[in-house]
């Protein structure tokens, strides 16, 4: 959603600026191009060369210098974001104060914004300061934080800017089409773990990332969104409804649980298919030879195809290559809308990394093939692929 966009990044006089640099850092990684414009403040805590070194962009200060700057940079702008901003400047902003480049810029600029307040938590709360966050709200305006934590002053409250991924994930939702508005999105991530005994358990090495990359996207795109989790190390996306299971058995309750109001569902999770029958109560002691009894877990995934009616129902298949006849039996087998086969024998796909390489099957056995990508670019792509089959239900 950032790629070939155009960002103003306006940085105010509050000592979180020098976070900013690494907004800009991060924001230009996913491929924007990325216009810096300081207010007279701000130079006082970062010097502007920083941002002209990390941008390749000469930063825009001076109201007077190029004439029409406040006009030819508003109009190429795609998002305007003012990170950090401060209660003087929220105030000017609010009222239509244009006394700098920054605050002309406001009043040209037409596009989605988003300001990231940073200051003292008693200017915060203050109700001057809390009306005009109001009325910017109102106006369209998208405020990210603050939140609380140690302020630079050395007290405690209120009024610490964000931290800087939250706001490029703000930045990526505040550009995403909102085509998902009105859906509840169901989704399943990450392994489940069986016990063995107090210690020991079975599971596997899925992370969740794929999951959550779907979670996260569905939520830029204005969808409702449950996320159901076995154990993983990724935060659960702002927004979205997030329950923590362990066991197969709680994955299953839970699915089932929220089913009902979902209109699509998402399975990528990696569900242990058997769970040790009897699991011990107290550590088993170690032995030259160990055998388990094992149960059949619930398939799910199956069982969800069963019942699922108008809702579209997509899971995934793990393979140690690209086996496309297997997928194609379990998506005919399940009663699946689609299928994201994805090749778990490649270094660089499948478990525990950021990118993946998949094909996507449909009903009608249509085959698309993708090269390696981001989950996250992949997770549009689900996306897209689950919408198209919703719109023609």
């Known amino acids: ?47 502007p060369y920083v ?3 990390v941008t390749g962009n000469q930063v825009c200060t001076d109201l007077f210098k190029e004439p029409f700057n406040h006009i030819h940079l508003s109009k190429e702008a795609h998002l305007f974001i003012i990170a950090p901003a401060t209660a003087n400047t929220i105030n000017k902003l609010s009222c239509g104060i244009a006394d700098n480049l920054l605050s002309n810029l406001w009043l040209t600029y037409e596009g989605p914004a988003l300001i990231a307040p940073a200051m003292n938590y008693r200017m915060y709360r203050s109700p001057i300061v809390k009306k005009h966050i109001r009325d910017l709200k109102q106006s369209g305006v998208q405020f990210v934080g603050p939140v609380s934590g140690s302020l630079a002053c050395g007290e405690e409250g209120e009024g610490r800017m964000v931290e800087v991924p939250q706001i490029v994930e703000a930045a990526a939702k505040a550009l995403s089409k909102k085509d998902l508005t009105g859906q509840h999105i169901l989704i399943t991530a990450g392994p489940t773990v069986e016990p063995i005994d107090p210690v020991r358990y079975m599971s596997n090495r899925s992370s969740g990332k794929m999951g959550y990359a779907i979670a996260r996207a569905a939520l830029r795109r204005g969808a409702d969104v449950t996320l159901i989790s076995g154990p993983s190390s990724q935060e659960p996306p702002e927004g979205v409804s997030f329950i923590s299971v362990e066991r197969a058995s709680e994955m299953e309750a839970a699915v089932f649980k929220q089913f009902k109001k979902a209109t699509s569902v998402i399975m990528a999770a990696a569900v242990s298919d058997y769970s040790p029958s009897d699991p011990a109560r107290v550590k088993l002691r170690k032995k030259d030879v160990m055998s388990l009894k094992l149960k059949k877990n619930t398939d799910i995934l199956r069982e969800l195809g069963k019942k699922k009616g108008r809702r579209v129902l997509v899971g995934f298949a793990a393979e140690s290559g690209k086996d496309i006849k297997s997928a194609i039996t379990k998506l005919k087998e399940k009663n699946l809308d689609l299928i994201v086969l994805n090749d778990i024998s490649r270094k660089d796909a499948g478990f525990d990394v950021d990118t993946n390489v998949v094909t996507i099957i449909n009903r009608k056995d249509r085959i698309n093939e993708y090269p390696l990508m981001k989950k996250i670019e992949i997770a549009d792509i689900i996306l897209d692929r689950m919408r198209e089959i919703g719109a023609k239900a």
């Open 51 to 53: 941002f002209e070194a």
């Open 1 to 47: 959603m950032l790629r070939d966009r155009n960002i103003l990044l306006g940085v105010t006089g509050s000592i979180a600026a020098y976070k900013s640099v690494d907004i800009a850092r991060r924001l230009i990684e996913n491929g924007a191009y990325v216009k810096v414009v300081m207010t007279e403040a701000s130079s006082r805590f970062i010097t």
